[in-house]
């Protein structure tokens, strides 16, 4: 079963498509970040309930890394934005947080790739392995 993080996608196209003041669109992509976050910890959290089946342990490698890519944005995000602190501003803290986080969360997403692929070809064997059973059977 894999595990699909939803909430980022609407946030973000809202973002882009309506005009937004700029503060307003880093509220909203942080809010995604967040929410994103989030649903792939609970995604974890579900999988840790489950029986393991092959390709179990790269989906929840997968969602972990990529929460805290997640994280890493909306940190960024606060922190490019919602920082007193010049020194944080001047050096662009904000923007390598995001950035470094970006770069995270695709790592984990190809984990997570992994883990759907190794999923699906397991699913597509034994779905193979059942039609020659039953074709033997009827013969």
């Known amino acids: 079963m ?3 993080q939803k909430g980022k996608g609407k946030s973000f ?3 882009q498509v309506i005009d937004f003041k700029k503060e307003t669109k880093q509220k909203i992509f942080n ?11 609970i995604n974890v959290g579900h999988g840790i309930e489950l029986n ?12 972990l890394v990529q929460s805290m890519g997640d994280s890493l944005q909306a940190i960024g995000g606060v922190s490019e934005y919602g920082n ?12 390598s947080l995001v950035v470094t986080g970006s770069w995270i969360q695709a790592i984990g997403s190809v984990i ?3 883990g759907t ?18 074709a033997f059977i009827h013969l």
């Open 31 to 41: 809010t995604g970040n967040w929410m994103q976050a989030l649903s792939g910890l």
């Open 84 to 95: 007193q602190y010049e020194v944080y501003r001047e050096h662009n803290y904000g923007e």
């Open 112 to 114: 997570s790739v992994i």
């Open 52 to 63: 393991p089946f092959p390709g179990h342990s790269e989906n929840m490698i997968g969602n």
């Open 13 to 15: 196209i809202t973002g």
């Open 2 to 4: 894999p595990y699909k």
């Open 117 to 134: 692929i190794k999923e699906e070809t397991q699913g597509i064997q034994i779905e193979s392995q059942l039609r020659f059973y039953v």
